[in-house]
């Protein structure tokens, strides 16, 4: 159980999701592989083999070696791409292919952790191009994603900025808990990968979604709540991004404003007595 909302005199509180396997049932870089292949990005061979990275990451997860070949793969693939082409073929292609394969459970999670008044962080290792447009349509409060290098011709470099990946993400996490005053001890959790052990550390409340073998013995053996997530649905026929508690708040003030007036154009409508 979530808990009932939060108590807004207490410090405030996140729940951070690693995206890949945890929220969505793939990887999110490899599914655009066919719109990168499309759109004239990547050629044939390219997409045949992000498809058996794919096949392996969703056969077993990546341990951290395979996760260091993936990106230096990737980093190399992505070297002269066109920043702005990247993120049209994100934008136009987004609802085709994430909207079916984000788990109905975790759209469940991020409702309940919304109305509970916590923020919901997006915390994953693909790029920020893929990772923001997908915390936009999850309704996410922020995202923290891998970056890489743009050159001054609007073309990826090959090198890598910033890497969220295993113990970076802890460290992103802390960070974020400083500077919008998070209490990790009261933060929630959620990750399917034994690499993301850092992050689940970090917080009061962690949870293994989907583990993979090592993860699944580190969540038995410190008794973190396990999580089977089986169900893909489309966001968009079941996710109603609850608004946030500000804009209820206004909402609220903007209805007892209005019905003042209308009381108050009553009583100068009303006749007068004799």
Sequence with gaps: MLGL???????????????????IAKSSTLTFRKSFYQGGLINRRAVLRTAYAQFV??????DHDQMERMREYLSALCRGWNVQQVKEIVAETLHDLIDPII????????????????????VSTSGAEVVEPIGELLGADRVVAT??????DGRFTGEVEYYAYGPTKAEAIRELA??????????????????????????????AVNPDRALRREALARGWPILDFNH?????QRLSVPPRPALVAAAAIGAAAATAGLVWYASRRRPATA
């Design 232 to 236: 893909p649905v489309r966001l968009k």
């Design 178 to 207: 400083e500077s919008e005053g998070y209490d990790l001890a009261r933060c929630h959790a959620y990750s399917d990968s034994v690499t993301d052990l850092p992050m689940l550390e970090a917080v009061g409340h962690p949870h």
């Design 103 to 122: 788990y109905d459970e975790a759209a469940s999670l991020i409702e309940g952790h919304h109305l509970a008044g916590r923020d919901v962080v997006i």
């Design 5 to 23: 909302v939060e108590n807004h005199s207490l410090p405030r509180t996140a729940a951070f999701f690693d995206l890949d396997k945890t929220v």
């Design 57 to 62: 990451f969703l056969a077993g997860g990546a």
């Design 147 to 152: 970056r890489m290098v743009v050159g001054d």
